[in-house]
């Protein structure tokens, strides 16, 4: 069984500062990693993919591979409350699959 | 922005009961998805979609289940007869063939099973 493990949270954060959140896999062939966010009710929506160790910035969010620890994370500065959310992280694992799976989710509260 | 549209939106139904879920992927994409979110759960996968036949499914994916593309922009989940654990909501996905594993989600349909 592959797993995506992560800290259902919640995760508050005071508005303007960073918000971290973790994710751990369990196979260590893995090669693809998402992260999607999903709001109360809604479907989830992609803000990043990485694919290789090291970091990835796109805006106000950056997402960390660390593939020998098998952890990736994402960033995201200067927080938001429009931030509020469930980040859903995905991973494509190895053998051959092209099917994401998905963790549990950390839920995000970014308080004024 | 090209969508993923899912139909309904909000689908109630008594156990037993067949139910079809629709969704019309985005044009240019060539797999299509279907995984499940039960109330407060994690995302499930049930289904992928490619080239007109089922590529992977899971566990979930009993023959209870079926996926149909019966045009060229439909495609659909029937459960046959819906137990009351069906009850989730549905979401369809579709990713174009550069990036078979990004992918677009509809909005949803949520399935309440009485």
């Known amino acids: 069984q592959k797993e995506v493990e992560q800290n259902s949270g919640p995760l508050s954060v005071p508005e303007g500062a960073i918000a971290s959140l973790n994710c751990t896999y369990s196979?260590?062939?893995?090669?693809?990693f998402f992260w999607y966010r999903q709001y109360s009710g809604k479907s989830p929506e992609l803000i990043m993919s990485?694919?290789?160790?090291g970091d990835k910035e796109d805006g106000r969010f950056t997402a960390q591979l660390n593939k020998a620890s098998q952890y990736v994370s994402l960033l995201i500065r200067d927080s938001q409350p429009s931030d509020s959310a469930t980040y859903l992280c995905?991973?494509?694992?190895?053998?051959?699959?092209?099917?994401?799976?998905f963790g549990r989710g950390t839920s995000l509260i970014v308080h004024p | 922005e090209p969508e993923v549209t899912q139909t309904p939106s909000h689908q109630v139904t008594q156990m037993g009961q067949e139910v079809i879920l629709r969704c019309v992927p985005i044009?240019?994409?060539?797999?299509f998805y279907w995984y499940r979110q039960i109330l407060g759960q994690k995302v499930e996968f049930l289904v992928s979609?490619?080239?007109?036949?089922?590529?992977?499914k899971s566990e979930i994916f009993d023959d209870q289940f079926s996926v149909e593309r019966p045009d060229g922009s439909n495609f659909t989940l029937k459960i046959r007869s819906t137990k009351l654990e069906d009850s989730a909501m549905y979401f369809c996905?579709?990713?174009?063939?550069?990036?078979?594993?990004?992918?677009?989600f509809g909005a949803g349909s949520r399935l309440t099973v009485l």
């Open positions: 996905a579709s990713s174009e063939p550069a990036g078979a594993n990004v992918l677009t």
């Open positions: 196979d260590r062939g893995s090669q693809s």
């Open positions: 990485i694919y290789s160790n």
């Open positions: 995905a991973v494509l694992a190895s053998g051959g699959s092209y099917i994401p799976t």
């Open positions: 044009s240019n994409h060539l797999y």
């Open positions: 979609f490619y080239n007109n036949e089922i590529s992977e």
